[in-house]
C-alpha cells in the first residue's frame, strides 16, 4: 500500500509523506525524524542545523529573478499524535504508520494517519527539494512536540530566524486562512485515596464506553461530541446513588488535545443488587445513547462481570471524586462575542486515571482572551481544590491575535480568488498553532496559516483528502511566487 501512496499526485508530496511515516514519531520521542530531517537538508547541499530546542532548520537560497523578495518562512511540526483503537495491537514505537486510500481519502489502519501536521512536512521538504518552482529565500523551519506542549516553539530563541514572512502550514480545511488561534493551558488534578479489601458476597463489572467520534479537542469542540469521561462518570454518579456501587479502577482518554473516545471502569456492589443494578444500567445507557444518536451513531456502553479486584477505593474519595468530575466543565464555555461562530473559551477534560491509590485527572483549557482562559482556570481548579485535590497549572502558552491588514494576508486571499474562483474563509480557529508563540519573539514577522483538508484529526478516524491535497500544493507554489518585494 505504500507504493499506491507514493503514486498519488502531486508525488513530491506524498514520497515525502510516506518517508516520513515510516519514522515513529510521537512527540518527546523526535530523535529519528529529526536526524532524517538532518540527513535530508545535507542531503541537498543545504545549510541544516539543529537548534537547542531541537527543531530543525533549513535555509534555502532565493530562485533567480526572486533574490530582492521577502524571506519566507516555511514551517510545520514534526511530531504527530499517537492514538489507536483498543482492539488494535500496533505498537507506535516500532512501526511505521500502515496507510490506506479509500474513496479520495488517505487513512491509516486503526491508527491517527500523522497527516497532521505531516503533510506540511512533506510540502516543505517538497520546495526544498525541487529545482523547479519558483521562490524567495525561504527558511525551513521543523519544530518539535507541538502536540504535547509546543515546547519547541517555546525554546525558539529571538534572531534565530531571518524571515520577513511566516506560512504555517498547519490548518485543516483547503478554503481556510487562518489569522489568529485560541492560547492554552493545562490544569492537572492529583489525589491520593485509601484502598480496602472487597466486602464479603460482592460482585465486579467492567463498565466499556467506546466507539465515539473522539477528535481535535479544539478543532472540534464546538460540535457537541461525547465525551467518554464525562459519560462514564454519570454512570458512576447513578451506580453510588442507587446501588452503593464502589470503583475499583478508572482509565479514560489519552492525550490532553484529544477529546476522549474510550473508557474502562471497573466496579463492585453487593451479590443482592446484581439483577436490579443490571437492569437500571441498561436504562441508563439507552438513555445516554439516544442524546447522542445524532452525533455519535456508534457509541457503545456495555456492562460485563469480571472477576473481583483486589481493593476498592474508599468510600468519602469515590463521592468526592464522582461529583468533582461531573461538576468540571467540559465543551465550549463562550463563544466569541466579537467573531461569529467562533469559540473563545473550551475545555477539554481529557484524561482520567484512578487505580492503586492515585487519581490523577488532566484538563486543557483553550481562548483567545486571556482573561478568559484564566476565568475558566480558575472554575476548574475551585472545582477540585473544593475536594482537597491537589491542582497543577502548567504548559501556559499565548494565542495568536487576529491581523487582518498584513501584506501576506492580501497576497492569499488575491491568490485564492485568481486561482479558484472563490473568496477563502478567513478567520481565527480555537486550535493552538505556534504562531502566537512564535510572535513573542518575532513581533514584527507576517505569520499566516493553511493546508489540506484533514478530517479527525488526533483520532483513528484521521484522514486526509486527496484533491484537497494536489490543491494545496498548487497553491502554496503560486503563493511563493508572489511573495511581495522587501
Known amino acids: 500500500m505504500s507504493q499506491e501512496i507514493r503514486n498519488l499526485k502531486p ?166 486562512i487562518s489569522i489568529g488561534c485560541a492560547g492554552g493551558v493545562d490544569i492537572t488534578a492529583t489525589e491520593t485515596y485509601q484502598e480496602y479489601a472487597i466486602p464479603s458476597q460482592s460482585v465486579a463489572f467492567q463498565i466499556s464506553v467506546c466507539g465515539l467520534q473522539g477528535g481535535h479537542s479544539g478543532m472540534d469542540i464546538h460540535k457537541g461530541l461525547g465525551n467518554a469521561n464525562k459519560i462514564m462518570n454519570r454512570l458512576l454518579w447513578e451506580g453510588q446513588q442507587k446501588f452503593d456501587l464502589a470503583i475499583a479502577n478508572f482509565k479514560g482518554g489519552g492525550l490532553r488535545n484529544a477529546i476522549p473516545r474510550e473508557c474502562k471502569a471497573t466496579i463492585v456492589l453487593h451479590q443482592k443488587f446484581k439483577k436490579t443494578f443490571e437492569h437500571a444500567f441498561s436504562s441508563w445507557a439507552d438513555l445516554v445513547s439516544k442524546e447522542f444518536q445524532t452525533l455519535e451513531k456508534n457509541l457503545c456502553i456495555e456492562l460485563q462481570s469480571t472477576t473481583l479486584p483486589d481493593k476498592i477505593m474508599a468510600k468519602e474519595t469515590q463521592k468526592k471524586f464522582i461529583l468533582s468530575v461531573y461538576a468540571c466543565h467540559d465543551g465550549i464555555f463562550r463563544m466569541s462575542p466579537a467573531i461569529p461562530d467562533l469559540v473563545e473559551t473550551s475545555n477539554n477534560l481529557a484524561r482520567i486515571t484512578l487505580e492503586n491509590g492515585t487519581i490523577e485527572i488532566a484538563n486543557l483549557c483553550r481562548s483567545f482572551s486571556e482573561s478568559g482562559k484564566k476565568d475558566l482556570t480558575n472554575a476548574i481548579r475551585s472545582t477540585f481544590e473544593l475536594a482537597n485535590f491537589k491542582v497543577n497549572i502548567s504548559g501556559d502558552y499565548p494565542g495568536w491575535e487576529p491581523n487582518t491588514r498584513t501584506e501576506i494576508l492580501a497576497v492569499l486571499k488575491n491568490t485564492y480568488e485568481n486561482m479558484f474562483g472563490a473568496a477563502p474563509n478567513i478567520q481565527a480557529c480555537h486550535a493552538g498553532l505556534e504562531c502566537g508563540i512564535l510572535g513573542r519573539n518575532y513581533p514584527d514577522m507576517e505569520m499566516i496559516s493553511f493546508g489540506p483538508t484533514i478530517k479527525g484529526a488526533h483520532s483513528p478516524d484521521e484522514k486526509v483528502n486527496i484533491s484537497s491535497t494536489q490543491k494545496f500544493w498548487a497553491y502554496l507554489k503560486e503563493i511563493l511566487k508572489n511573495i511581495p518585494k522587501k
Open 11 to 176: 508525488k513530491a508530496i506524498w514520497n515525502f509523506f510516506a518517508d516520513i511515516n515510516a519514522i515513529p514519531r510521537a512527540s518527546k520521542k523526535e530523535e529519528n525524524i529529526i536526524a532524517h530531517m538532518v540527513a535530508f537538508g545535507k542531503k541537498l547541499g543545504l545549510e541544516t542545523k539543529v537548534d537547542a530546542a531541537q527543531n530543525v532548520l533549513i535555509r534555502k537560497a532565493a530562485t533567480q529573478g526572486m533574490e530582492h523578495r521577502k524571506t519566507v518562512v516555511l514551517q510545520a511540526h514534526l511530531d504527530m499524535v499517537h492514538q489507536k483503537n483498543t482492539s488494535s495491537e500496533f505498537d507506535f514505537e516500532t512501526q511505521g504508520i500502515a496507510m490506506e486510500i479509500s474513496n479520495g481519502w488517505v487513512h491509516a489502519k486503526e491508527t491517527t494517519l500523522g497527516a497532521d501536521n505531516g503533510i506540511g512536512v512533506a510540502a516543505i521538504m517538497g520546495v526544498l527539494a525541487s529545482k523547479e518552482i519558483p521562490h524567495p529565500s525561504i527558511e525551513a523551519l521543523f519544530t518539535v512536540d507541538e502536540e504535547t506542549g509546543m515546547t519547541g516553539a517555546m525554546g525558539l530563541a529571538p534572531g534565530y530566524l531571518d524571515g520577513d514572512i511566516l506560512l504555517n502550514l498547519d490548518t485543516e480545511d483547503d478554503d481556510e
